[in-house]
């Protein structure tokens, strides 16, 4: 059974940072593509950043230059490293595993997903 975990969502001020985890068991984790979706309340869900197998990432342009996403295949975790937050990240954050071998921007793309961490950023 697949299991994707996020942890290390919190409330921040506007300028913080934070560091959101995803452990992920039950696959063979170096062979799939892993991203980050967010959904803000009353919002669709949006691409946030992925990273290939190979190590190859995309970020959306809301957080291009403030974030990182990055990867441990032994660990079995992919990281998304968060800085100079804005209250508009305020959102539930969902990490999610494909081996689809394009598309990684469109949720639908993906196989597997965590349930979501919460990220608040006050003003």
């Known amino acids: 059974q697949v299991q994707l975990g996020e942890s290390g969502g919190g409330l921040v001020q506007a300028g913080g940072s934070l560091r959101l985890s995803c452990a992920a068991s039950g696959l063979t984790f170096s062979t799939y593509t892993m991203g980050w979706f967010r959904q803000a309340p009353g919002k669709e869900r949006e691409f946030v950043a992925r990273?290939?197998?190979?190590?190859?990432?995309d970020y959306a342009d809301s957080v291009k230059g403030r974030s990182t996403i990055s990867r441990d295949n032994a660990e079995r975790t992919v990281w998304l490293q968060m800085n100079n937050l804005k209250p508009e990240d305020t959102a539930v954050y969902y990490c999610?595993?494909?081996?689809?071998?394009?598309?990684?921007?469109?949720?639908?793309?993906?196989?597997?997903w965590g349930q979501g961490t919460q990220v608040t950023v006050s003003s």
């Open positions: 990273v290939s197998r190979y190590g190859t990432t």
């Open positions: 999610a595993a494909t081996t689809r071998p394009a598309g990684w921007t469109n949720g639908q793309t993906y196989h597997y």
